[in-house]
């Protein structure tokens, strides 16, 4: 016996095989989109302060003597816009004037974290970039990524970065 081919396609269709009706796999669809939305949403974290009436030298300076004052030390200075400058084919594209991200760790923070759940020890070390652009190198950032406020231990740590990033710009303005 041979079937038509719209009958075979019919009888390949999931939820004709399962005898849910034809609208069942569009809803399940539509509501796997819908999951998607809210990670899409909180995926911008990045926290960034500006700073006028400074320099980046003294903008550095400030966010050391913040982590410092925290009783914190620096881990890690990476030259990013130099690590670019080496590794690009298009230096001319890049948007910054000079470049760094400062690496640093809270062992009591870290400790807390990781107890909460394991996972969180990709949270450090902490980190916040120090940066600006070619176009205007009289404006200074300071940038992090949040960790959310999902866990107290996220929302400690996002207090701490708060916290040296307002003492950062306050001390980098008093430098200059």
């Known amino acids: 016996m041979i079937r038509p081919a719209n009958e ?16 069942v796999p569009l809803f399940f669809a539509f509501c796997l989109c819908l999951l998607g939305l809210p990670f899409a949403a909180v995926a911008d974290d990045t926290v960034v302060l500006r700073v006028t009436q400074s320099t ?22 990476l030259p990013f816009r130099d690590m670019l400058t080496r590794t690009s084919r298009d230096v001319a594209g890049i948007p ?8 640093f760790c809270s062992s009591l923070l870290a400790a807390d974290l990781v107890r909460e759940a394991p996972e969180q020890l990709t949270l450090c070390p902490l980190s916040i970039a120090l940066y ?5 190198a009289t404006e200074i950032r300071l940038a992090y990524r949040s960790p959310g406020s999902a866990t107290a231990g996220r929302q400690r740590a996002d207090a701490l970065l708060q916290r040296i990033v307002k003492r950062a710009a306050e001390l980098a303005r008093l430098r200059w």
Do not use: C, T, W
């Not at 910054?96 to 690496?103: D, L, S, T």
């Not at 600006?132 to 205007?136: A, P, R």
């Open 56 to 77: 980046f030298r003294a903008a550095h300076d400030g966010l050391i003597e913040a982590i410092e004052s925290e009783g914190l030390v620096v881990g890690n200075v």
């Open 8 to 23: 075979l396609l019919r009888q390949m269709v999931s939820s004709h095989l399962f005898g849910a009706p034809r609208g």
């Open 96 to 103: 910054y004037g000079e470049a760094e991200i400062v690496q």
């Open 132 to 136: 600006n652009l070619k176009d205007d």
